[in-house]
């Protein structure tokens, strides 16, 4: 079955850097769009940054453009999200998923993200 593992959130300073990965299983991971997602809550998701399954066509949010960088590896099953210059509004709960922003299939459990002084 579809499976996909977030790891790499934690707690970290304003201005700090936080790699996040995310390890897929059960499918051909590079056939298609991944998506990094994330929801406060309260809200609904926003995507943050989407890549096409070769790697090499990446879009994000105006709201982490210049900050955040999606990358994937295809011999590894591994989507990755480096994010830089974190701001408190950048706390939330980061999904990985299939799909291309918001209209994805299978999604992680999560890994949190907080900025905090």
């Known amino acids: 079955q579809v499976q996909l593992v977030e790891s790499g959130g934690g707690l970290v300073q304003p201005g700090g850097s936080l790699r996040l990965s995310c390890v897929a299983s059960?499918?051909?991971?590079?056939?298609?769009?991944m998506t990094w997602i994330r929801q406060v809550p309260g809200k609904g998701p926003e995507w943050v940054s989407i890549?096409?399954?070769?790697?090499?066509?990446?879009t994000h949010a105006d709201s982490v453009k210049g900050r955040f960088s999606i990358s994937r590896d295809n011999a590894k099953n591994t989507l990755y999200l480096q994010m830089n210059s974190l701001k408190p509004e950048d706390t939330a709960l980061y999904y990985c998923?299939?799909?291309?922003?918001?209209?994805?299939?299978?999604r992680g459990q999560g890994t949190q993200v907080t900025v905090s002084s």
């Open positions: 998923t299939r799909g291309h922003g918001l209209a994805y299939s299978f």
């Open positions: 059960g499918f051909t991971f590079s056939s298609y769009f």
């Open positions: 890549i096409n399954p070769r790697g090499d066509t990446t």
